[in-house]
């Protein structure tokens, strides 16, 4: 059984960077056709993709969070991790990380409600306040 188990700050200043890891357990992140992907949810608001990395390395990102965001992996450690710059009280979140084997859903989960990922991390709550 694959588990998501996300961390964070919690609390971050405006224009700092934040640092999330999500730790994987039950399968490995290099393992074939599976997708890694991090989304929040603001209060009161839907979900937002902010991007995924594939088993096979690669890595994609919602346009308007791209030219700041990396979403990157430690094999080793089966552990992804999501970095974001400049951060902005509008970052205000739950950071979820999740996972399916299946691309199309882990691009249009936020938007086609009748989409549902395999697997989700509980989330972690990041609040960006000065």
């Known amino acids: 059984q694959v588990q998501l188990q996300e961390s964070g700050p919690g609390l971050v200043k405006p224009s700092q960077i934040l640092s999330l890891t999500c730790a994987v357990s039950?399968?490995?992140?290099?393992?074939?056709?599976?997708?890694w992907s991090w989304i929040r949810q603001p209060p009161g608001k839907g979900l937002e993709w902010i991007g995924y990395?594939?088993?096979?390395?690669?890595?994609h990102y919602n346009p308007s969070l791209k030219s700041r965001t990396s979403i990157s992996r430690d094999n080793a450690m089966n552990t992804m991790y999501l970095q974001m710059n400049s951060l902005k009280p509008e970052d205000t979140a739950v950071y979820y990380c999740?996972?399916?084997?299946?691309?199309?859903?882990?691009?249009?989960?936020?938007?086609?409600?009748?989409?549902?990922?395999?697997?989700w991390g509980q989330g972690t709550l990041v609040t960006v306040s000065s």
């Open positions: 990395i594939a088993y096979y390395g690669s890595t």
């Open positions: 039950g399968r490995s992140l290099t393992a074939d056709h599976y997708y």
């Open positions: 999740a996972a399916d084997p299946i691309l199309h859903n882990i691009v249009v989960v936020t938007t086609d409600k009748d989409i549902s990922l395999e697997v």
